[in-house]
């Protein structure tokens, strides 16, 4: 039986994919496994039982991602499973900015206590017209799941599209409309194009990449989408190339005092991925990964570990260890094994950065001797007996 714990309301079509051998916990403290969507989990203690943390959606800012990595604690996200929800919104996002739609909508609210509104309208309307999305540059800084769904519809729609990704893996690059121009280099993107949407993760790397140094390389004009997360834009410079007519609409999924209501800013409240359909397939993909690892030690879509799939045991045991990732340590491993003549059928090791992990499977059930003696090998965070 495994105990799993809900800091956030999570989906009720993705907990109906946990089986009978599992039960739901009010004492974080019982929990094997947490399920989490926006919470903060920084400044909590966590439970020196706790095996993983799914989070349901892409992002994982808010989960201590290197502290659970040395306690062994393996942090799993849904990359793709929102996908389209964000799509759509990015693309309303568009037409939003592009057809002054939101200050049409606007004015008739303003006027519509004028009984000659609609006589009105028509005298006011040149002032929303705005322009269409076919035929513009379409620029896409990121092609993952997001940016892939958002370039392949906008190529339906007409538009030149343009993607940047030095990371691109193969399923996004099988899934790119081959009309789609792949850009080396950014500047490109930010000097060609008449709409520039963002779909990069937030790390040290990319915080804070659109600036005022690569909001001066756009075009006059420009049409800017964050949908990401806001601490990748300075937003202050994006203000001021607003006043300037540099930047001709700024639209942002967050929410903050620097954006919300000042002029050409277009804030949405986060409904990027708050669809019915994204929370249940993210919240569907969360419990399958984590039961999968509960239950055999595999990891698929961690932001900590590395993927590893040894499929379902079929010998006596098996055991996983989460470790350092440097030389010897799997001969060490092997040693420990040897030396109480336990036999191993099978092993996986991978890596990610600075830590490793590795599985086992052995023909008889290891003691609680050989676990103490691999836990006590230097490097080694954690030692789980999965079967």
Known sequence: MFNYYCLNPISKVGLEGFTEDYKC???????????????SMHEMELPENLLAVARAGAGVNNIPLEKCAEKGIVVFNTPGANANGVKEIVIAGMLLASRDIVDGINWVRENSADPNVGKAAEKIKKNFAGTEIAGKKLGIIGLGAIGVKVANTAKHLGMEVYGYDPYVSV??????SRDVKHVIDVNDIYENCDI???????LDSTKGMVDEAAIAKMKQGVILLNFARDLLVDEEAVLRAIESGKVRRYVSDFPNPVTAGKAGCIVIPHLGASTEESEDNCAAMAVKELMDYLENGNIKNSVNYPACDMGVCTQAGRISIFHKNVANMITRFAAVF????INISDMINKSKGEVAYTMFDVEEKASEEIISMLRAIPGVFRVRVVK
Not at 27 to 36: K, N, R, S
């Open 171 to 176: 399923d996004a690059a099988w899934n790119l």
């Open 25 to 39: 916990t009010d004492q974080i403290g019982e929990a094997d496994g947490i399920l989490v969507r926006s919470a």
């Open 196 to 202: 520039i949407t963002i779909h990069v993760p937030l």
């Open 338 to 341: 040897g030396e109480k003549g």
